[in-house]
């Protein structure tokens, strides 16, 4: 059965660069996720779209942002990286809300 | 505010030797509670969501029960494959129709041979 899929796996990027995080989620899934899990700790929620239009914004830095695309597909960007946004970024999707979702096998992102 | 709280942060156990997790949780309003397991490096895989008071929800050696205050991931006879980080959430109707969950720091399981 198809995935949650995410590119990349791993980005290894400078402090002040930006990077642009992708997800594709499972086909006639409606609603993307973004958490962010740090080091050993639990993740957490960034942002959600449903239908293409953002449904709820969680701690996400004003230096993120995030779409969805009419594909469904969508990206997370981050710029003026901090060495402190190094962490795993999963993306999940769901079919409605009332339904366990499924994530991605996220991106690690490295800042250095 | 909402707030998930799971223990033991770790666990080892001897092949065999049946445990179980606990995730307390304090919440406006419970929409579901998600059980997920996490492999180091890997995205959290789900095992059961559970809805009311009494439910309960098995799958091979493992199975989850679910109280007005917290739920119980009981784990039967594990094996060393088991070893993983057992990470609960909630969804609560404060979180109206965007689904997002809030999450516990999870349990980390060893098991071993």
């Known amino acids: 059965a198809a995935g949650v899929i995410q590119s990349p796996r791993h980005l290894i990027k400078e402090k002040r660069e930006t990077a642009t995080l992708k997800c594709y989620p499972i086909?006639?899934?409606?609603?993307v996720y973004w958490y962010q899990q740090g080091p050993g700790q639990d993740p957490q929620f960034l942002i959600s779209f449903y239908e293409k239009m953002q449904s709820d914004k969680g701690s996400i830095p004003d230096r993120f942002s995030a779409q969805q695309f009419s594909d469904y597909h969508s990206e997370l960007n981050m710029s003026s990286l901090e060495l402190g946004d190094s962490a795993l970024y999963f993306c999940?999707?769901?079919?409605?809300?009332?339904?366990?979702?499924?994530f991605g096998s996220g991106t690690r992102l490295t800042v250095v | 505010e909402d707030q998930v709280t799971q223990s033991p942060e770790a666990l080892r156990l001897q092949e065999g030797e049946s445990s179980s997790l606990n995730c307390s949780y304090t919440v406006s309003g419970l929409r579901g509670l998600f059980w997920y397991r996490q492999d180091p490096g890997k995205g959290p895989e789900f095992l059961f969501t559970?809805?009311?008071a009494g439910e309960e929800k098995e799958k091979e050696r493992l199975k989850a029960t679910l109280t007005k205050k917290e739920s119980f991931l009981h784990i039967t006879a594990p094996k060393p494959e088991d070893s993983a980080t057992y990470l609960c959430a909630v969804q609560t109707h404060g979180s109206g129709n965007t689904g997002k969950l809030i999450f516990g720091q999870g349990t980390t399981l060893q098991v071993k041979p």
């Open positions: 086909p006639r899934h409606d609603t």
């Open positions: 999940a999707s769901s079919s409605g809300v009332d339904y366990g979702y499924t």
């Open positions: 559970l809805y009311s």
